[in-house]
Nanobody
Framework: QVQLVESGGGLVQAGGSLRLSCAAS????????MSWFRQAPGKERKFVAG????????DYADSVKGRFTISRDNAKNTVYLQMNSLESEDTAVYFC?????????????????WGQGTQVTVSS
């Protein structure tokens, strides 16, 4: 059974940084991508960043390009999201997700498993 456990969320002032982690277990398929989505209150879940597990390809939402960096440690089955220059608009619950496919998708419906989410709050 696939499990994704996020950590690293919290409260930070605008301009600050946070690093989210997502530890995956139970992954039995050989090719998969992992991504981060976020959801603010009353809004739909949106793609933030994704990384292909074997190839190292990455993709980012325009709103976070240049500020966020996604990376992974294959030995630890963990994906990270380094978030710098945080803005109040980044406030949301951040979800880690995985899909058994080689390419990075930006629709949440393309993903197979989800973590429970971690709250990120940026105060202005």
């Amino acid at each position: 059974q696939v499990q994704l456990v996020e950590s690293g969320g919290g409260l930070v002032q605008a301009g600050g940084s946070l690093r989210l982690s997502c530890a995956a277990s139970g992954l039995t398929f050989g090719t998969y991508t992992m991504s981060w989505f976020r959801q603010a209150p009353g809004k739909e879940r949106k793609f933030v960043a994704g990384i292909s597990w074997r190839g190292g390809n990455t993709d980012y939402a325009d709103s976070v390009k240049g500020r966020f960096t996604i990376s992974r440690d294959n030995a630890k089955n963990t994906v990270y999201l380094q978030m710098n220059s945080l803005e109040s608009e980044d406030t949301a619950v951040y979800f880690c997700t995985v899909r058994a496919h080689w390419d990075i998708a930006t629709s949440p419906y393309a993903y197979d498993y989800w973590g429970q989410g971690t709250q990120v709050t940026v105060s202005s």
